[in-house]
């Protein structure tokens, strides 16, 4: 059975989906019963955030599974970055389609930005990444202090305070 469910995202028919970040499993959930919708570290590497948008379920991971015995990573803001990926299911087929050819982070939260990319956090570098509709991540739009020393290669830093022209919280 489940292990460690950790995200959910709901689809317009009413179907919910969740990740299991130990067991590797996507789970559908459906008129109240639970099937695997998805599953296998070489599939959904270890699952994590996810959002469904249209006919596809994207799925953000924190990186390859881990291997039997491994121990657990470093923890939030420590150790390398993270590996994780985005993926897309389709509802329909379960065909999966690599949306980022490199590694992204340890990915959570996930959402669209209302210009054909997503934003997504990276939990583990702590930080708030904009990922392109081309797949590469194309600006970090904040992160903590903590982790400004470990910026991705990949990854241009952009410092937001506030949006110009945007009124000053009282």
Not at 100 to 110: H, K, L, M, Q
Request: glycine share 14%.
């Amino acid at each position: 059975g489940a292990q460690f469910l950790n995200d959910l995202a709901a689809a317009a028919d009413g179907t919910v989906y969740v990740s299991d970040s130990t067991t590797l499993k996507i789970y559908q959930v459906r008129s109240g019963k639970a099937s695997v919708f998805v599953e296998g570290g070489d599939v959904v590497e270890q699952p994590n955030g996810l959002l469904v948008d249209g006919g596809r379920l994207i799925l953000g991971s924190v990186g390859p599974a881990p291997q039997p015995g491994q121990a657990p990573g470093p923890g939030r803001g420590q150790g390398p970055p993270p590996s994780g990926h985005l993926f897309a299911f389709d509802l329909r087929t379960k065909a999966r389609t690599m949306l980022t050819a490199e590694p992204v982070g340890g990915i959570d939260g996930i959402e669209l930005d209302g210009k054909g990319g997503l934003l997504v956090t990276d939990v583990i570098g702590q930080r708030l990444l904009q990922v392109a509709p081309s797949g590469t991540a194309a600006a970090s739009c904040w992160r903590t202090a903590a982790s400004t020393a470990r910026a991705s290669p990949w990854v241009t830093l952009i410092t937001v305070s506030r949006a110009p022209n945007a009124p000053a919280r009282p």
